[in-house]
């Protein structure tokens, strides 16, 4: 689609237009509690931000509102939002030639120097395509001009950016707080001096920072068989690998200090703090836990003053305490206890939303219960059986759970819900059946600890999809066919059993959305072309189920692939082996992949390793890499006395 020319004026006036006829308008209009408009002649450099999905998934989404703020409060620096608009707005706006907007003043995102995307998962795409043709801006890097923005991704995806090497012009991987800022330096030094050497020359700048990964930089060498050969920087200057951001000291960055609060409905309306950042439990599948490493905690006075403050600036009713596993935050009883104390009389409630189920106990129970909100409980026993949960190396006993299940019940719990996953390496049909006897035995437990019948608990399970820099990365993926008959088996076993299978919920994803995510994560820069064909196609919002389809996938991995010499299969359910050359090698996340291979080998061994919090460095790579060290407490401080001010 051709967007006529863009004045740096909101199209708010075009856009009014078309609201009326779309579903839920109010998502477009922006004036959020919170949220910055500055003034556009007065900055020199202006960041458009999205989340590519829809407000109600976006809004809520941590890492924007960061970076938005963070950028917002430098002088001279300007952020402003945007995110998916759906199908019955998209029509619209290529129908009046409304190109792709920000929330905030309505800009047209063509404007801004920067278009930065964070994907926290590879579904999303599809939408970032949707979002640079709406915005008139070319869709492949080599096609743009000065006029168009720097498309930067990052978020968890982008340690993998290879799929979408061709539509963007530069990745970061790691915390984004210092990278935005240090990109904007850069940025602004070559807008002063006149704009040297047009795009190439400030992506070269950006590059050479070592901390930027710019893919038109780095040529890929395939052999015969469709293997990676190597990758090559292309110019003097880039570094053969590009380096993670690690924020070390979270107190110092104590965002977001203003949280935006929605106007639509979103997925979360809690104010949430990050309590700490990185895991070194150790899951295998974990991606989230790997690339993140070290853990950093935040103190428990400087998760005190924020979530003060964001109270304060926000009126929300609900704390998350958020993180990759809370309660395994050093100080976790204090903080809970702490801010349960302080807001019994406003009746603000707590939530964990990631609980491991060794870490919770009777003191935190009761905490989170107390000032009455008692929503559901999640835990992620992830394997039904003990075997698959040492493959996986996910350190929790049936007994674990049952003591801790007990425990949830005999504080008012009556809901609880399993996660699980299916297609794990090595896993067989049994390990699968094993969580059905799980569930039995968790129903049991509640109906004994209370003396009533109604307990429920709800399985709910995914496929498994092996990600980058994790010791999986090599693993094949379960087919869809292998998957879907496995989870129809679990499926028939919880709802065969008379005496419990009524009061198990049964949740699962069939295989197909997994086999795409698998493609994406796991893809070279082959897949782009597939990648655009689903565009083509019509595809957006495949995070969606209703919005999902497998057929227009595979019709387009079918189309594109064979003349390449690859097909799906060969990104999926293929086993790497170790001298294989992966297509994000190039891109450091501080693990060494020698221990990574040996993670992987002590998997398929149901060898089981500790975490590193507790027990004696066991090499990683992080650390050293990345010039961080662990960084938990407890300090000895406490929350309550610091800030009770009446
Ligand atoms: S290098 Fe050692 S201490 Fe640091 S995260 Fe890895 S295992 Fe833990």
Same mark, same amino acid.
């Given at each position: 689609?051709?967007?006529?020319?863009?004045?740096?004026?909101?199209?708010?006036?075009?856009?009014?237009?078309?609201?009326?006829?779309?579903?839920?308008?109010?998502?477009?209009?922006?004036?959020?509690?919170?949220?910055?408009?500055?003034?556009?002649?007065?900055?020199?450099?202006?960041?458009?931000?999205?989340?590519? *999905? =829809?407000?109600?998934? /976006?809004?809520?989404? !941590?890492? $924007?509102?960061?970076?938005? %703020? +963070?950028?917002?409060?430098?002088?001279?620096?300007?952020?402003?939002?945007?995110?998916?608009?759906?199908?019955?707005?998209?029509?619209?706006?290529?129908?009046?030639?409304?190109?792709?907007?920000?929330?905030?003043?309505?800009?047209?995102?063509?404007?801004?120097?920067?278009?930065?995307?964070?994907?926290?998962?590879?579904?999303?795409?599809?939408?970032?395509?949707?979002?640079?043709?709406?915005?008139?801006?070319?869709?492949?890097?080599?096609?743009?001009?000065?006029?168009?923005?720097?498309?930067?991704?990052?978020?968890?995806?982008?340690?993998?950016?290879?799929?979408?090497?061709?539509?963007? *012009? =530069?990745?970061?991987? /790691?915390?984004?707080? !210092?990278? $935005?800022?240090?990109?904007? %330096? +850069?940025?602004?030094?070559?807008?002063?001096?006149?704009?040297?050497?047009?795009?190439?020359?400030?992506?070269?700048?950006?590059?050479?920072?070592?901390?930027?990964?710019?893919?038109?930089?780095?040529?890929?060498?395939?052999?015969?068989?469709?293997?990676?050969?190597?990758?090559?920087?292309?110019?003097?200057?880039?570094?053969?690998?590009?380096?993670?951001?690690?924020?070390?000291?979270?107190?110092?960055?104590?965002?977001?200090?203003?949280?935006?609060?929605?106007?639509?409905?979103?997925?979360?309306?809690?104010?949430?703090?990050?309590?700490?950042?990185?895991?070194?439990?150790?899951?295998?599948?974990?991606?989230?836990?790997?690339?993140?490493?070290?853990?950093?905690?935040?103190?428990?006075?400087?998760?005190?003053?924020?979530?003060?403050?964001?109270?304060?600036?926000?009126?929300?009713?609900?704390?998350?305490?958020?993180?990759?596993?809370s309660a395994d935050h050093s100080e976790i009883a204090?903080?809970?206890?702490?801010?349960?104390?302080?807001?019994?009389?406003?009746?603000?409630?707590?939530?964990?939303?990631?609980?491991?189920?060794?870490?919770?106990?009777?003191?935190?129970?009761?905490?989170?219960?107390?000032?009455?909100?008692?929503?559901?409980?999640?835990?992620?026993?992830?394997?039904?059986?003990?075997?698959?949960?040492?493959?996986?190396?996910?350190?929790?006993?049936?007994?674990?759970?049952?003591?801790?299940?007990?425990?949830?019940?005999?504080?008012?719990?009556?809901?609880?819900?399993?996660?699980?996953?299916?297609?794990?390496?090595?896993?067989?049909?049994?390990?699968?059946?094993?969580?059905?006897?799980?569930?039995?035995?968790?129903?049991?437990?509640?109906?004994?600890?209370?003396?009533?019948?109604?307990?429920?608990?709800?399985?709910?399970?995914?496929?498994?999809?092996?990600?980058?820099?994790?010791?999986?990365?090599?693993?094949?993926?379960?087919?869809?066919?292998?998957?879907?008959?496995?989870?129809?088996?679990?499926?028939?076993?919880?709802?065969?059993?008379?005496?419990?299978?009524?009061?198990?919920?049964?949740?699962?994803?069939?295989?197909?959305?997994?086999?795409?995510?698998?493609?994406?994560?796991?893809?070279?820069?082959?897949?782009?072309?597939?990648?655009?064909?689903?565009?083509?196609?019509?595809?957006?919002?495949?995070?969606?189920?209703?919005?999902?389809?497998?057929?227009?996938w595979l019709r387009a991995a079918?189309?594109?692939?064979?003349?390449?010499?690859?097909?799906?299969?060969?990104?999926?359910?293929?086993?790497?082996?170790?001298?294989?050359?992966?297509?994000?090698?190039?891109?450091?996340?501080?693990?060494?992949?020698?221990?990574?291979?040996?993670?992987?080998?002590?998997?398929?061994?149901?060898?089981?390793?500790?975490?590193?919090?507790?027990?004696?460095?066991?090499?990683?790579?992080?650390?050293?890499?990345?010039?961080?060290?662990?960084?938990?407490?407890?300090?000895?401080?406490?929350?309550?006395?610091?800030?009770?001010?009446?």
């Open positions: 689609m051709k967007v006529a020319e863009m004045p740096v004026e909101s199209v708010f006036p075009r856009l009014e237009a078309l609201l009326p006829h779309v579903q839920k308008p109010i998502q477009y209009v922006g004036g959020e509690l919170n949220s910055t408009v500055k003034d556009w002649d007065g900055a020199d450099v202006r960041w458009a931000l999205m989340y590519p *999905d =829809a407000y109600e998934v /976006g809004l809520p989404n !941590q890492g $924007v509102m960061i970076l938005y %703020e +963070v950028l917002n409060e430098r002088e001279g620096v300007l952020a402003e939002r945007t995110y998916s608009v759906w199908p019955d707005l998209e029509a619209l706006m290529r129908e009046h030639g409304v190109p792709q907007f920000t929330v905030d003043a309505h800009r047209p995102v063509r404007a801004f120097d920067v278009f930065g995307l964070s994907f926290s998962t590879e579904l999303g795409y599809t939408n970032m395509l949707t979002a640079l043709d709406l915005s008139g801006i070319p869709m492949l890097a080599a096609d743009r001009t000065l006029d168009d923005p720097i498309v930067l991704a990052g978020g968890h995806a982008a340690f993998n950016p290879e799929p979408i090497a061709d539509f963007i *012009d =530069a990745a970061v991987i /790691g915390d984004g707080e !210092q990278a $935005v800022l240090e990109m904007t %330096e +850069v940025i602004r030094a070559w807008k002063a001096e006149g704009r040297p050497g047009g795009r190439d020359e400030v992506l070269l700048r950006l590059a050479k920072t070592g901390g930027v990964y710019v893919p038109r930089f780095y040529d890929v060498e395939y052999l015969d068989d469709g293997r990676i050969a190597r990758v090559v920087p292309n110019r003097s200057g880039v570094p053969w690998r590009v380096s993670k951001h690690t924020v070390m000291d979270l107190d110092e960055w104590p965002y977001p200090k203003q949280p935006l609060v929605p106007l639509a409905e979103t997925v979360h309306e809690r104010m949430s703090v990050e309590i700490f950042r990185g895991c070194t439990r150790g899951c295998r599948f974990c991606q989230a836990g790997m690339i993140t490493r070290p853990v950093r905690e935040r103190s428990i006075t400087g998760i005190g003053e924020m979530v003060e403050k964001g109270l304060k600036a926000t009126g929300f009713e609900e704390v998350g305490l958020l993180s990759l596993s204090d903080v809970a206890k702490g801010l349960a104390d302080r807001y019994e009389e406003d009746k603000i409630g707590l939530s964990l939303p990631s609980t491991r189920v060794d870490a919770f106990n009777i003191d935190l129970a009761n905490e989170l219960t107390r000032n009455g909100r008692r929503s559901g409980l999640t835990f992620a026993p992830e394997g039904g059986s003990e075997r698959i949960r040492k493959v996986i190396n996910k350190m929790v006993s049936e007994e674990d759970l049952i003591r801790t299940v007990a425990t949830a019940y005999g504080n008012g719990w009556r809901q609880v819900k399993l996660y699980f996953m299916c297609g794990l390496p090595t896993e067989t049909d049994e390990d699968v059946l094993q969580i059905a006897d799980m569930a039995k035995r968790v129903i049991a437990k509640g109906r004994e600890v209370t003396g009533q019948n109604d307990i429920r608990c709800t399985v709910s399970i995914g496929g498994f999809v092996p990600k980058p820099h994790t010791p999986f990365q090599w693993a094949p993926q379960l087919g869809v066919e292998e998957t879907d008959a496995r989870l129809e088996k679990l499926r028939d076993a919880i709802r065969g059993d008379k005496k419990y299978g009524r009061n198990i919920g049964f949740r699962y994803h069939d295989g197909k959305p997994g086999i795409i995510e698998g493609l994406l994560s796991r893809g070279d820069r082959r897949v782009g072309a597939v990648i655009r064909a689903v565009y083509e196609d019509g595809g957006r919002f495949d995070g969606w189920r209703e919005h999902f389809s497998y057929d227009r079918e189309t594109v692939l064979p003349g390449l010499g690859v097909d799906l299969p060969w990104y999926t359910t293929r086993e790497r082996t170790a001298e294989e050359v992966l297509p994000w090698d190039h891109l450091d996340s501080g693990l060494d992949k020698d221990w990574l291979w040996e993670d992987w080998q002590d998997a398929l061994d149901e060898t089981e390793v500790e975490d590193c919090r507790w027990t004696p460095c066991f090499d990683c790579g992080v650390c050293p890499q990345m010039d961080t060290h662990i960084q938990v407490g407890p300090t000895g401080q406490k929350l309550l006395p610091l800030s009770v001010v009446k």
